[in-house]
């Protein structure tokens, strides 16, 4: 490094620092005028609508290809028209509804399992190994089996997803139950609690961030999971508008089935975390020291 | 832990817990061997020792937290535990953490919390959080929490090392007030020799497993720490303990 360059550092440092004052500033003013979820969401929506901005112009102003790059006028005409056709409604409906089912079976199972492994080392020898040879198997290599086993009704599409967020869900339950205070379990033999208490009242309560973190996961990986279980002779659902879309080569329609999934997907995250916020409040009461 | 209120230990009235031939070892480490010992009712008995002697050993046979390899550890009375950490639940407020584990419905059970926060001057803290209190508060809702088994006998492990000073002091005080009061007995295990000679009636010191000293302190309460028979204790338990102050 120079002797300028230094000097030019050395000039700047003021300022810079004045900057980051005026950024931190602004971050404040910012939470104390729209509260703390205000800034969140404005602040997160900053870079989305950034994006969605740049395009807009690009295909406005700047000469983009619409029709192989569409355009956010043409994405909305089109989800307008599928909505007040009923279309959108029809298959997302379906669509949600399986993700729904899927991710409710699947955590369910997922959960319990990582539950009960995590606190009974019998039942850990008995599942484990069953557990982590099915891990290893990428369950969408399965998607064919179940077609022909179980048909090309919808259970072979819950099943794909239900069997496919079941390791992850199992491994993180599973480790946030091994790593429950052990203080507190001797605690709770202590005074007298019996397992059922000690499950209910120290041991999953201890384990709810991981389990909540687990619990996003799924939901997120239920979504990609859909698109692989509609992807195959679908006669309903966003896999089945997809489809069409891509064989009449509609790069707008398909683009909005995936904004449609990212935002969604989105929804559902937001759910678990208010979910967790609600059934978790002494996460919220602690005192730094 | 429940109560033990029960035959093994025979039927003599001042006895509340009774070690005999006691063995634990762990692995081919022997932490006590055959030791033999007896707590009375109503006294608070200081155990001193270093780290590694086995104080903890013994307050956790009692507690039936660990299982003798040899002999018996019995209680003859109701006893309950408080730890050197509060071991709060954090996901119970605070009424509901004093009453764990008690059968009754929800708003006896909260009256019962509230008086016993009372006593130690908690009970405007009793719907908090216990993430939200200090580690004196969370220290004496942990002392609630112990009284309300309403114990004969309570095994205290270090209860008061990890507070502050001028916290120490004020619990300390609050808990001989409370067995005034209550009149449990209490082993307590502590490597604080002025802690031990405050609140002792009793002070053993355990060294490899044996008991190396058996005082009694008669003084009336508040001690002074600083009365002769204080003093000279000290002397002696400094030396056991393997202190030797003159060479530092």
Known sequence: MTTA????????????????????????ALGRSVGPLGSRILLGSLIPVGLFAWWWWQAEHGGLDTRIYASPRLLFDLFVDLWQAGILQEHGLVSLQRVLVGFGVGSAIAVFLGVICGYFRLLEKLFDPAIQIFRATPTVALLPMFLIWFGFGEFSKILLIVLGIIPRTYVITYTGIVNVDKKL????????????????????????????????????????LL??????????????????????????????????????????????????????????????? | MTLVESSPVRAENKVAARLARLVKRYGDRTILDGLDLELERGQVVALLGKS????????????????????????????????????????????????????????????????????????????KWPGLLSGGEAQRVA?????????????????????????????????MRLKDQHGFGALLVTHDIDEALALGDRVLVLREGEIVLDARRDAPFPRRRSDARALELRGQLLTLLGVDLANY
């Open chain 1, 185 to 224: 379990l001797e605690l709770a033999k202590v005074y007298n609690l019996s397992k059922f208490q000690t499950i209910t009242q120290v041991v999953i309560p201890s384990a709810a961030p991981f389990i909540f973190n687990a619990l996003r996961l799924a939901s997120v990986s239920s979504f990609l």
């Open chain 2, 52 to 127: 590694g002697s086995g104080k903890t050993t013994i307050l956790r046979l009692l507690a039936g937290l660990e299982q003798p390899t040899a002999g018996t550890a019995e209680l003859a009375v109701s006893t309950s535990i408080v730890f050197q950490e509060h071991r709060l639940l954090p996901n119970k407020k605070v009424w509901e953490n004093v009453v764990i584990g008690l059968p009754g419905s929800r708003s006896a059970l909260r009256e019962k919390a509230r008086n016993l926060l009372r006593e130690v001057g908690l009970e405007a803290h009793i719907d």
């Open chain 1, 5 to 28: 360059t230094l000097e030019a550092e050395r000039e700047a440092a003021p300022e810079l620092a004045a900057r980051a004052s005026r950024i931190t500033r602004f971050g404040g």
């Open chain 2, 143 to 175: 002392v609630a929490r112990a009284l309300s088994r309403e114990p004969g006998f309570l095994l205290l492990d270090e209860p008061f090392a990890a507070l502050d000073a001028l916290t120490r002091l004020e619990v300390q005080a609050l808990t």
């Open chain 1, 227 to 289: 698109i692989f279980a509609e992807s195959i002779n679908p006669k309903v659902g966003f896999g089945y508008l997809a489809q069409q879309a891509l064989f009449n080569i509609r790069v707008d329609y398909i683009l909005l089935i995936a904004l449609i999934y990212g935002v969604l997907g989105l929804a559902v995250d937001t759910l678990v975390r208010l979910i967790e916020k609600v059934m978790t409040p002494w996460n919220g009461a602690k005192a730094v020291r």
